[in-house]
């Protein structure tokens, strides 16, 4: 029998450097890979290697938007994978599930691989990975109506940047964070810290432009200038808003963007453009993948048709909102099913 593959295998290694290499650069070439090493773990590779194999073609089907595909590899892998030191992909594993979870509208186990995640991203000091677990959280936080948890998750997010030593990196989350911390000061009225929390992701904007018309940024801009009253800039950030969520087609990274986007949309009474956003959304073949999001248009639905008086339509969208609450249900006792019986294998494994 030939020896089994290992991760320090020379053919396992330079899959992994090209792997690395092409990670949010091609989407494509990296899911060809991470199939390739997956399969080779497989038929060929001891059980470290199988779990890291699965890890990676999670991540690697997550980049690609294939979060069911991404959740199954994911799951299959992680628990093995944390027995060891790639604390890495590990994290980044506890992260992008977190992220599926909240999703699929599985909040209580969003939160759990969220909180794993930065456990471990603290314990070994990967401060930027921490940050980004800590945001993601924070927005799970706001979503479940813990505001001073998530403005917690968001400031030690902030904290981790003082360690992280390449500028662009560290100034460009930095970015982010300011545009999410300021409008949470807005739906606290809070509009003092809002405005300085804002000045602070302008600077950095004009060290970085390419950032100026980000989804997040612009939604930022929205709610302080639309809560403000300066009606001119409100305009114009809202137009910014509109263009940036026909540009989006990650509607799972952008879930806040687009329901902070829809709500003062719904707030202004601008029927026309939401009814343009909910058909947009409900082109998506993969609506499992984005159900959370589906519940919320829904939700916003029967707001509009009420304000409106088209009863028949909110009764569609009453009935729509029960169907995808059903999907959701069986969806969670299925991910039930599935987990217990990978966790069974594993076991059986030991």
Do not use: W
Not at 142 to 158: C, I, N
Not at 226 to 236: F, I, L, N, P, V
């Amino acid at each position: 029998m030939s020896e089994l593959f290992n991760l320090k295998s020379p053919e396992v290694v330079e899959y992994i450097k090209e792997i690395n290499a092409v990670r949010k650069v091609d989407n494509k070439r990296h899911l060809d890979l991470a199939c390739d090493l997956f399969d080779m773990a497989q038929e060929q590779g001891d059980d470290l290697l199988k779990d890291f194999a699965s890890c990676t073609l999670g991540d690697a089907s997550c980049q690609n938007n294939d979060f069911s595909q991404a959740l199954y590899y994911l799951s299959a892998g992680i628990d093995g994978l944390s027995q060891t030191e790639e604390h890495m992909l590990v994290c980044q594993s506890y992260n992008e599930m977190g992220t599926i979870f909240r999703s699929e509208g599985h909040f209580i186990t969003s939160e759990e691989c969220y909180l794993t995640g930065i456990s471990r991203a603290r314990k070994y000091k990967l401060y930027f990975m921490e940050g980004m677990i800590c945001s993601n959280f924070a927005a799970l936080c706001e979503q479940m109506g813990g505001m001073v948890e998530s403005l917690e998750y968001h400031y030690r997010a902030v904290e981790c940047c003082g360690y992280i030593e390449d500028p662009y990196i560290k100034n460009t989350f930095l970015i982010g964070e300011y545009s999410l911390i300021a409008k949470q000061f807005v739906e606290l009225e809070k509009f003092e810290e809002a405005r300085e929390t804002l000045r602070d992701m302008e600077m950095l904007i004009r060290l970085y432009p390419e950032f100026d018309s980000a989804f997040d940024v612009c939604i930022a801009r929205f709610y302080y200038y639309h809560d403000a009253g300066d009606r001119k800039k409100s305009d114009e950030s809202k137009i910014a808003c509109i263009q940036a969520f026909y540009q989006c087609n990650d509607f799972v990274r952008h879930f806040d963007e687009i329901v902070g986007l829809v709500s003062l949309l719904l707030e202004d009474k601008d029927y026309v453009e939401l009814e343009k956003i909910f058909e947009r959304i409900d082109g998506v073949d993969d609506y499992e993948d984005i159900m959370n999001l589906r519940l919320h248009m829904e939700t916003f639905k029967i707001k509009m048709y009420r304000e409106i008086g088209d009863f028949e339509k909110m009764k569609d969208s009453a009935y729509n909102y029960f169907l995808f609450d059903s999907i959701k249900a069986e969806e969670g006792r299925h991910s039930f099913i599935t987990t217990l019986n990978l966790r069974s294998q594993i076991q059986l494994k030991e």
